[in-house]
């Protein structure tokens, strides 16, 4: 210790913020008064400021270029890979119980019931080597138009899907298919594997529509059993089936315990895609599996899908009554 | 006010808390993987952030704990004042002159920075190499912005007394 006067450690801070530029006016006074008679704290001073001098090429030293450019491209490696393994979510109330809604870059990849549950715990995000980031704004949108869309105001979820979820290139086909089906339409398991040039599939069309990660947004409720029972949703809940298609005016008749749509009612879709006919119609009894047609639940939806009336059955003057 | 695509965040703050990191733990590996972690750290909790936030000062915050965290282990934080004393060179063959002036001026100063607490060693490189403010530097490190000040003078107090002990002529000549 160089300090010779007990004032010294007082003073001691004070010296250090007026080598550095840092000390008020009050406090510069008191150094130049204080080392004007303490020659050692003089010399203190001296070497606090000169230190600055040290420290310029101390601090313009900088690690390699190279090392940092080695950082900086592992470090991109590293984020690129954690954004594609990213996604945001949300949860949400709705009429069907609580809804998880989780989005990549390039678009929605899953649409989840959690029924009463508000956190991951039981959502499909939890079991998934993932990042999983509660997010805003964005899925908020999502939301507004979902809520729209089950309170009938709005028929089409027009938004761009990321099927990453999907377990197999073979269920992203089924549910590509799955996706057309128009808004107020109901089709078979076996319609759907006979569109995908796989008629004798059913069975892994169910499964893979089991397994939709965006239910209601690819809209597997609009599959159902070739009787025209609802058969399963979203594990053991098809009365949430049954309220999505009440939603888009189908009709739903409870027979032997057993939800089911009346097929025998319902309005048909030509196989060229262009009409709808009664379900009455000459031509109908030519098909092989009038089963695997689409069917419509009213006029409305079907002329809603572009289609027009017939001409031969007039389904427009004849309409099916409910 | 939005936030401002990650990338741009990189871009503009890898290289400097890349370097902060070097600092703190005086070998560019252990930089290199810490200042990894603390961009992708950052990067889960970006959207969380306030828009308006200091993105500079937060980072530096994430940055230093994970340091902390890191040099908990009293056995790492022996290795690396043991690198520091040693002066270890790690070559870069492409940049010949950066590497000289770097392993000179950590033969002076760095080897005393290297041995302050990490308290005193962080808040000091936050204050004399990042020019950030008391305030920033309080965040940082969790403490009071006067404590921050009294690590980053107990740093100069302690530096003025290494390079007394090495060069005091030098130090002497100085006006």
């Given at each position: ?6 004032d ?7 010296l ?18 204080h ?11 001296r ?15 900088s690690?390699?270029?190279a ?19 990213t ?21 929605v990849s899953?649409l989840?019931?959690l ?5 991951l ?37 027009e ?18 298919i ?44 609009r ?20 309220r ?20 025998e009612?319902?309005?048909v ?16 009894g ?37 | ?12 703050h ?18 290199d993987?810490l ?5 992708l750290?950052?990067?889960?909790a ?7 936030a ?11 704990n ?32 950066g ?7 950590r ?26 403010d ?5 965040r ?36």
């Amino acid at each position: 210790m160089s300090r010779n006067r007990p004032d010294c450690a007082d003073i001691e801070q004070d010296l250090i913020a007026a080598a550095v530029g840092e000390a008020d006016p009050a406090a510069r006074r008191r150094v130049e008064a204080h080392v004007a008679r303490c020659a050692p704290c003089g010399g203190e001073l001296r070497q606090y400021r000169a230190i600055d001098g040290a420290l310029d090429t101390w601090r313009r030293a900088s690690p390699p270029a190279a090392a940092v450019r080695r950082a900086r491209k592992r470090l991109e490696t590293e984020l690129e890979r954690l954004h594609r393994r990213t996604l945001a979510y949300r949860i949400f109330p709705s009429p069907l119980g609580n809804i998880l809604i989780a989005v990549s870059d390039h678009g929605v990849s899953l649409l989840e019931y959690l029924g009463r549950a508000r956190d991951l715990d039981r959502s499909r995000l939890a079991h998934l080597d993932l990042e999983a980031r509660e997010d805003g704004a964005e899925i908020e949108k999502l939301y507004r138009e979902l809520m729209e869309y089950l309170e009938g105001r709005r028929r089409r979820l027009e938004w761009p899907l990321d099927l990453r979820l999907a377990r197999s290139d073979f269920h992203r086909a089924v549910l590509r298919i799955t996706a057309g089906i128009p808004y107020g339409a109901v089709t078979s398991y076996a319609g759907v594997a006979s569109a995908l040039g796989r008629p004798a599939a059913t069975r892994a069309v169910a499964q893979a529509l089991r397994w939709n990660p965006v239910p209601i947004v690819v809209p597997c409720h609009r599959v159902i059993g070739a009787s025209g029972a609802l058969t399963g949703y979203a594990g053991n809940r098809v009365g949430l089936k049954e309220r999505l298609l009440a939603t888009e005016g189908i009709r739903i008749e409870r027979a032997d315990r057993e939800l089911r749509v009346p097929r025998e009612a319902m309005y048909v879709r030509t196989t060229d895609g262009g009409y709808y006919c009664l379900p009455s119609c000459s031509w109908l009894g030519r098909v092989r599996h009038p089963n695997r047609l689409v069917l419509f639940g009213s006029r409305e939806g079907a002329e809603a899908a572009g289609l027009r009336p017939c001409g031969e059955c007039r389904p427009d003057l004849h309409p099916l009554t409910a | 006010m939005g936030h401002q695509p990650f990338e741009t965040i990189v871009e503009a703050h890898h290289g400097e808390i890349y370097r902060y990191l070097v600092r703190l733990t005086a070998r560019t590996s252990e930089a290199d993987d810490l200042s990894q972690e603390t961009f992708l750290r950052a990067y889960r909790a970006y959207r969380s952030l306030s828009p308006d936030a200091n993105v500079r000062a937060w980072l530096f915050t994430i940055a230093t704990n994970l340091a902390r965290n890191h040099f908990r282990s009293e056995k790492r934080r022996r290795r690396a004042h043991a690198a520091v004393r040693a002066a270890r060179v790690e070559a870069d063959s492409t940049s010949p002159d950066g590497e000289t002036l770097f392993n000179e001026a950590r033969n002076r100063v760095d080897g005393i920075v290297a041995t302050l607490p990490l308290k005193q060693r962080a808040a000091f490189v936050l204050r004399k190499v990042h020019d950030l403010d008391y305030d920033a530097i309080a965040r940082s490190l969790g403490c009071s912005a006067e404590s921050a000040r009294s690590h980053v003078f107990q740093a100069l107090r302690k530096i003025r007394r290494g390079l007394a002990d090495h060069a005091p002529a030098r130090l002497e000549l100085q006006p």
